[in-house]
């Protein structure tokens, strides 16, 4: 076989590989998959007490964070509770709700040390498609409740959420490509991909607003209800 003949046949299968190596990625790119969300369930809400006002006070340091409480203020509102947030807490309008809720969120996001592998030698079978990238997201909701007319302060409630999650993407998959370069691409990439992917964070927002919110609102609703229902009467022995 001539070198240019070697050379034709050598290209004619790399293109093949690729063009393989494409449909692939196309055909088997994995959703966003949050694992364990079903661990997060709303409680059971008395809305006995539905004319119960409340400020609710943010302090948040991202957009992410801005829109799960904003969405969870929604979820209060649906429970039947008057709120409005943002509340600015002054001596003038305090005698406007029965209880300010300041709540102090915070987020972190994670990769995993798993996605060397699933990246390489997982490239060999595909497996940045169709198991996709391994990452955990944790928000934090620490929620201080005041008794706006008495000052009192109910017990502090604090509500993490640690999600785990699976993602894959062609920013990243791409790299199974790797059969074309001898893998050490997918070598590189594995290494790179440990580090958590930014991009997922709209997609596991949007797949996780409401169920967060409802969430976080119902432990905020349930303790405002339960401390302004009446105490039972004891009724005496005769």
């Not at 595909?126 to 017990?155: C, M, Q």
Request: proline share 5%; glycine share 6%.
């Amino acid at each position: 076989m001539s070198i240019v003949r070697y050379r034709n046949c050598l290209t004619h299968h790399r293109l093949l590989m690729f063009v393989s190596a494409a449909m692939a990625l196309s055909g088997c790119a994995h959703p966003l998959t949050v694992k364990n969300l079903d661990l997060y369930k709303p409680s059971f809400v008395n809305s006995q007490q539905s004319n119960l006002r409340i400020g609710l006070v943010g302090v948040t340091s991202t957009p992410e964070e801005e829109r799960l409480l904003t969405a969870a203020a929604n979820a209060l509102k649906r429970d039947g509770l008057k709120v409005e947030y943002p509340f600015h807490v002054n001596d003038s309008n305090r005698a406007a709700v029965d209880y300010i809720v300041k709540v102090a969120t915070s987020s972190d996001y994670k990769g995993s040390g798993w996605n060397f592998l699933i990246n390489w030698p997982g490239f060999l079978v595909w497996a940045p498609a169709w198991h996709g990238y391994n990452y955990r997201a944790i928000y934090g909701f620490d929620v201080d409740i005041t008794d706006a007319k008495t000052g009192e302060s109910l017990p502090r409630i604090s509500s993490p959420v640690d999600l785990e999650i699976r993602h894959a993407d062609m920013n990243r998959t791409w790299t199974e490509l790797s059969w074309l370069e001898w893998s050490l691409i997918a070598f590189i990439g594995g290494i790179v991909f440990t580090r958590y992917d930014k991009s997922v964070t709209p997609l596991l927002v949007n797949a996780v607003e409401t169920r967060i919110a409802d969430y976080t609102s119902s432990k905020i609703a349930s303790a405002v209800i339960s401390a302004k229902m009446p105490e039972p009467e004891v009724v005496a022995q005769q």
